[in-house]
């Protein structure tokens, strides 16, 4: 199976501040990436996909890019909405695999 | 538009058995691969199980192996899942998730709560 593995697993932040997530796949997935924005009792928001593809709706301060082997979430200007557990998850091959997640929290 | 809706859950005790249903719309259900998806309480997303669009293919995690059968009706754009010998770790959220193709679908999830 694929692992695929988030650093940092949690950091703390301030409204407008800048974020940056990391995800690494154990072998390349070319662009097989998605992110997902977590909150408690809620389904898993998907933000963007192919990883760099922004789902219909998500504001445009989520940015992913990457290919191959590692992947980067970026929140530009973080809003209060956005303290969340943030998830990527690769489709390249069966079977589907997630990482640990980053929380973040409120500075 | 895509829907995607699951159904089944409940509180049951250990030992016990439960069947998931989601039920799909919105796009060709006979051309993908589909999953079930699992979040325990304070936990992370655990890809639980997938069927290839035929059905001639599953795999599952190995803590459920040999006690989960994930199953489709392609005529009825619908995913199961048989839950047996339930344990109070399989308690969680259970979503249908379409996690291949251009770009992934979810329903809302259904929770599953395993406790005497």
């Known amino acids: 199976d694929i692992q695929m593995t988030q650093s940092p697993s949690s950091l703390s932040a301030s409204v407008g501040d800048r974020v940056t997530i990391t995800c690494r796949a154990s072998q390349s997935i070319a662009s097989f990436l998605n992110w997902y924005q977590g909150k408690p009792g809620k389904a898993p928001k998907l933000l963007i996909y192919a990883a760099s593809s922004l789902q219909s709706g998500v504001p445009s301060r989520f940015s992913g890019s990457g290919s191959g082997t590692d992947f980067t979430l970026t929140i530009s200007g973080l809003q209060p909405e956005d303290f969340a557990t943030y998830y990527c998850q690769q489709s390249f091959r069966s079977p589907p695999t997630f990482g640990g997640g980053t929380k973040v929290e409120i500075k | 538009e895509v829907q995607v809706a699951e159904s089944g859950g409940g509180l049951v005790q250990p030992g016990g058995s439960l069947r998931l249903s989601c039920a799909v719309s919105?796009?060709?259900?006979?051309?993908?691969?589909m999953s079930w998806v699992r979040q325990a309480p304070g936990k992370g997303l655990e890809w639980v199980a997938n069927?290839?669009?035929?059905?001639?293919?599953?795999n599952y995690v190995d803590s459920v192996k040999g006690r989960f059968i994930i199953s489709r009706d392609n005529a009825k754009n619908s995913l199961y899942l048989q839950m047996n010998s339930l344990r109070v770790d399989d308690t969680a959220v259970y979503y249908c998730a379409r996690l291949v193709g251009a770009r992934p679908y979810w329903g809302q999830g259904t929770l599953v709560t395993v406790s005497s």
């Open positions: 069927i290839k669009e035929d059905g001639s293919e599953k």
């Open positions: 919105g796009f060709t259900f006979d051309m993908y691969w």
